[in-house]
């Protein structure tokens, strides 16, 4: 069977291609192919015949399949991806001041189940590969032509709950020789798996963290995110503060604003409460309404008067910009459409 060099580290590749009794500095070379977009061997000009030939027989690059793309009059991509046992997972393309951003999936599917989430609808179906979601970002650069600064982990899927791939894609695109993006501009996102929020802080205290939060207590933060039955409140606070003092970076806390069921002012109050004196950042969210799940997001007018008693809290917060709402952007929405078809 033919090895997949898109799920290759560098090292891995080394071995590979020592393996093919080929000069070490080769994987380098395949390596450097690989995230400029090269999908297939004839397109690596600077190995020899003979070697692109060895490759053919040898090895492949297999990558995802763009199914659709959806773009929104303010620049926002949406991609639905197709994977090799045609599986369907999202990203979205983002243009800010500061740089091109992408929002990548780390699972087909979610296990954790969130009441307003549409990725959770059809449970989990497996894992990605780590060159599987590099590739979301490798296809979005061929696709655009655009340069990609900044990654955040986002999309469909718990990448707490896929930890290993997870990092090996973070060390495959901060590679200086994959897509050489600072561990500084990557941000991960988990719904608060404890003890792999320790260890990322060991093994990546520079890559961003955030929170999906989404509730101020037990109660209603149980009635929304099943995993909060797991991972309570107050040890997930705990454990923020610490990744906090570990890093010394400031953590960001999503919160998806649900009409009558986190936005009230005793919620916002506890809310306050709850961070108060960490170094973090709330972003707000006005929920995107998901048909299946019968909730509401809050008015955006809502939406800022609870940044304001925030801010006059001493937390800093934002109310997310909605990008690509035309499009059916919100997480899992694209897939799951999809997935009705
Ligand atoms: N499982 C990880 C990574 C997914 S991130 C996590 O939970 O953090 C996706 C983010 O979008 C999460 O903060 C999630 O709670 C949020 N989200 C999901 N559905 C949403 C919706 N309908 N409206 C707004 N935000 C939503």
Request: proline residues 3%; aromatic residues 6%; negative net charge.
């Amino acid at each position: 069977m033919k090895v997949n060099l898109m799920d290759m580290s560098l090292a891995e590749l080394a071995e590979f291609v020592e393996e093919a009794g080929e000069k070490p500095f080769r994987a380098k070379q395949i390596f450097q192919w690989i995230y400029r977009g090269a999908a297939g061997f004839d397109e690596m000009t600077d190995l020899s015949k003979a070697l692109r030939a060895k490759l053919e027989e040898r090895a492949e690059i297999k990558c995802l399949d763009i199914e659709t793309v959806q773009t929104s009059s303010d620049g926002t991509g949406k991609y639905l991806f197709r994977t090799h046992d045609g599986n369907f997972i999202e990203s979205v393309f983002m243009k800010y001041k500061y740089g091109n951003s992408v929002c990548i999936s780390s699972q087909a599917g979610c296990a954790m189940g969130c009441s307003f989430c549409a990725s959770g609808i059809g449970g989990l179906v497996r894992d990605l590969t780590a060159g599987e979601m590099a590739d979301q970002i490798i296809s979005i650069e061929r696709d655009t032509g655009e340069k990609i600064s900044h990654i955040v982990v986002m999309g469909t899927g718990e990448p707490f709950n896929n930890y290993g791939a997870l990092t090996k894609f973070l060390d495959m695109v901060h590679a200086e020789e994959g897509l050489n993006i600072g561990l500084r501009n990557i941000t991960v996102s988990t719904c608060g798996i404890i003890p792999v929020m320790e260890q990322f802080a060991d093994d990546y205290p520079q890559v961003n963290l955030a929170i999906s939060l989404h509730a101020p207590n037990d109660e209603i933060r149980n009635e929304i995110m099943p995993v909060s039955r797991k991972f309570p409140l107050n040890e997930l606070i705990a454990a923020c503060r610490e990744h906090v003092d570990k890093t010394g970076r400031r953590i960001t806390f999503e919160y998806a604003l649900i009409r009558g069921v986190n936005d009230s002012d005793d919620a916002i109050r506890q809310l306050a409460n709850l961070l108060r004196g960490m170094i973090c950042h709330v972003n707000l969210i006005p929920l995107n309404d998901v048909k299946e799940s019968g909730l509401r997001g809050s008015s955006r007018l809502r939406a800022g008067e609870i940044a304001e008693f925030l801010e006059g809290r001493g937390i800093p917060c934002t109310v997310r910009r909605e990008l690509g709402s035309d499009i059916d952007a919100a997480c899992g929405q694209l897939r799951l459409n999809r997935m009705k078809d």
